[in-house]
């Protein structure tokens, strides 16, 4: 009689655990779950951000450009001579840029930099 009503609640308890289990494996499952997507939609609103910002920046940088090659073209007294002027002189830089800049240098900062805000967001 012991040994039946010993087994009995053992199995009893079993159940309890499992149970107990279950439900805090599916309660992570469902945190995680929550988590990931707050990061998600962290990354994806700061992506947005960042492209309006380049995206404004690229036109106001354009815009600049264009009145610029317009006042070359009247300075010159030419309608196509400061377009020439202003894609040589980006040209130029452009290729000083990609001579002279430390690309490795610069992949390593921005490494750096992503590693270091991915464990503040981890915290």
Do not use: P, W
Request: glycine share 4%.
């Amino acid at each position: 009689m012991y040994h039946y009503l010993k087994t009995r609640i053992c199995v009893f308890d079993i159940h309890k655990i499992t149970s107990h289990l279950t439900g805090f494996v599916e309660t992570k499952i469902e945190l995680l779950k929550l988590e990931a997507s707050e990061k998600l939609s962290a990354f994806i609103t700061k992506a947005i951000i960042f492209s309006v910002i380049v995206l404004f920046i690229f036109l106001a940088l354009l815009l600049a450009l264009i009145g610029a090659s317009i006042k070359i073209n009247l300075l010159l007294e030419s309608q196509y001579l400061g377009y020439l002027v202003t894609a040589g002189i980006l040209f130029i830089i452009i290729l000083c840029l990609g001579l002279f800049l430390d690309k490795e240098a610069i992949a390593e900062n921005l490494k750096q930099k992503f590693n270091k805000k991915k464990r503040s967001d981890e915290n």
